[in-house]
């Protein structure tokens, strides 16, 4: 059961959320107001602070205490001191991926969802810190959507194929057709397509990713992807049409996917990772969306 806590006073609570390395960077003013609008709580052990599949009320910070987060039944991981849970899902505007269970008595500071949605919708820097926390929470491996599969054979081919004429429309065609992007709004897909240039691959050509960061979208073909680094030997894995390769990594701030190669002919969507970014800072329903993608990837990894 919910407790409100004795009263605290305002400055315990702008220190409390300074300590929080998401908000610690918002200006003392937007701070002040959170703090101002923020409650103090108080959970004893077994207490639920938020329930799986319902929607999301407030965010909750941890100041002290230990909570235990459980989906379908399943344990997952306990919070850490000072995260704010559920915050990706306010930002997608989506229900509690987690059961939250107190484990011992828990202080938090409680802050209105809708307080915080308008914030993060105001602050696109706010925002992309709190993407890239979806971004790794979502597990490792290269790819976002697309199918994994067992790489087909084919013989290495002399000459690159030429990049086939994609124009606006059909890189957009092409984007709806990726699981990443395929409800996100129009008007940002048409945006995000007019930034991407299309290049082609023969059997056996790397795909080369920047550590700069990068978008790159698997149109046609087969991609092998690198075994995980310690993975016993096994059957190489590819990945075809409405792959998206890197984009975790970049958001993370991890190194570039290496060692990516193409099974077949291969047919690429890409763009620089500051495009991507250009495009959700203008279009924030393509934003939310990503969020929502990125964070439901997350919560579905075994």
């Known amino acids: 059961m919910l407790e409100l806590s004795p009263p605290r006073g305002l400055g315990e609570r702008l220190l409390a959320l300074r300590r929080l390395p998401l908000l610690s960077r918002l ?3 937007e701070l002040t107001q959170l703090a101002r609008l923020s409650r103090d709580r108080d959970f004893p052990p077994g207490a639920e602070l938020a329930v799986e599949g319902r929607p999301v009320r407030a965010a909750q910070i941890f100041v002290s205490g230990r909570v235990d987060l459980w989906r379908a039944a399943r344990l997952v991981r306990a919070g850490q001191p000072f995260e704010v849970l559920d915050l990706p899902a306010v930002a997608a505007r ?5 059961t939250v269970r107190a484990a011992e008595p828990v202080h938090t500071l409680e802050v209105d969802a809708g307080l915080v949605a308008e914030v993060l919708e105001d602050d696109f820097r706010l925002f992309l810190e709190v993407l890239r926390v979806a971004a790794r929470a979502a597990p490792a491996g290269g790819t976002l959507g697309g199918r994994r599969t067992r790489a087909s054979g084919g013989g290495a081919s002399p000459r690159r194929p030429p990049a086939p ?3 606006a ?3 957009l065609v092409a984007l709806r057709d990726v699981d990443l992007f395929r409800r996100a709004p129009v008007d940002g897909l048409a945006a995000l397509a007019r930034r991407l240039r299309v290049a082609s691959l023969a059997p056996g050509d790397p ?5 700069c960061g990068e978008l790159t979208v698997v149109v046609e073909g087969q991609v092998t992807l690198p075994a995980p680094a310690g993975a016993q030997a096994r059957a190489v894995e590819a990945v075809g049409a409405g792959a998206v390769l890197g984009l975790r990594e970049a958001l993370a701030g991890e190194p570039a996917l290496a060692g990516a190669r193409a099974a077949s002919s291969v047919v690429l969507l890409r763009a620089p990772l500051v495009d991507l970014l250009d495009v959700l800072d203008d279009h924030h329903g393509t934003a939310r969306r990503l969020m929502a993608e990125l964070m439901m990837t997350a919560v579905a990894a075994p």
């Open 165 to 167: 004429p994609l124009d």
């Open 94 to 98: 989506l229900p509690h991926p987690f």
């Open 207 to 211: 795909v080369v990713l920047s550590d």
């Open 27 to 29: 200006p003392a003013g």
């Open 169 to 171: 429309a059909a890189r």
